[in-house]
């Protein structure tokens, strides 16, 4: 069997072709159950990581499978969010101060977190987490975790319809990061 070559580092070259306008905006225009989940992403020292990008993908609240993006059925290309269809996913680049934002609805109770994506520079592979936005009576990832790390998977409510989840890339305050691997190996 070939051995894998070395990975390269996953930044910062993303943040010109990836995002796209609107990407933080997975709720419907308007929609009455929109919130909005926001954070930092800190590096090691607790500075702000200004280029990162981040994905998020969730349930549909009801349960059903999301929807998708809308293409351009000629050129393939983005055509964006039809502003009425729920999609489930997001991706949002990191201001100047490490901040991010994105306008969601709430994810369905079996699933009440959104999975998040992270990329950033000097990683060598992308970063894995979950934003909880409570704490399920049974989830097996959250009852497997002492309760300090288990707190780095909690979104914190800051007001009405507003959560905070910041993410630290390493050190004390690291957030929980899932290890996906290919079990074929």
């Not at 890339?169 to 990061?177: A, C, D, N, R, S």
Request: proline share 11%; net charge negative; glycine share 12%.
């Amino acid at each position: 069997m070939p051995q894998p070559t070395p990975s390269q580092t996953v930044g910062p070259f993303y943040g010109y072709a990836l995002p796209f306008p609107g990407g933080g905006d997975i709720a419907p225009a308007g929609h009455p159950d929109t919130l909005t989940l926001h954070g930092y992403v800190r590096d090691g020292n607790g500075d702000p990581v200004p280029d990162a990008l981040l994905e998020t993908w969730q349930r549909v609240p009801s349960g059903a499978q999301p929807g998708s993006l809308r293409r351009d059925p000629v050129t393939g290309g983005f055509l964006g969010r039809s502003g009425v269809d729920f999609t489930g996913f997001g991706r949002v680049a990191t201001d100047a101060d490490g901040h991010w934002a994105v306008r969601t609805l709430p994810p369905h109770a079996d699933a009440p977190y959104l999975a998040v994506c992270v990329f950033a520079r000097g990683l060598m592979h992308h970063l894995f987490t979950r934003a909880y936005f409570e704490q399920p009576a049974t989830d097996p990832l959250l009852s497997a975790l002492p309760p300090g790390r288990r707190a780095t998977l909690m979104a914190r409510p800051e007001g009405e319809r507003v959560h905070r989840f910041d993410i630290h890339l390493q050190g004390e305050k690291e957030t929980v990061f899932l290890d996906f691997h290919d079990s074929r190996r």
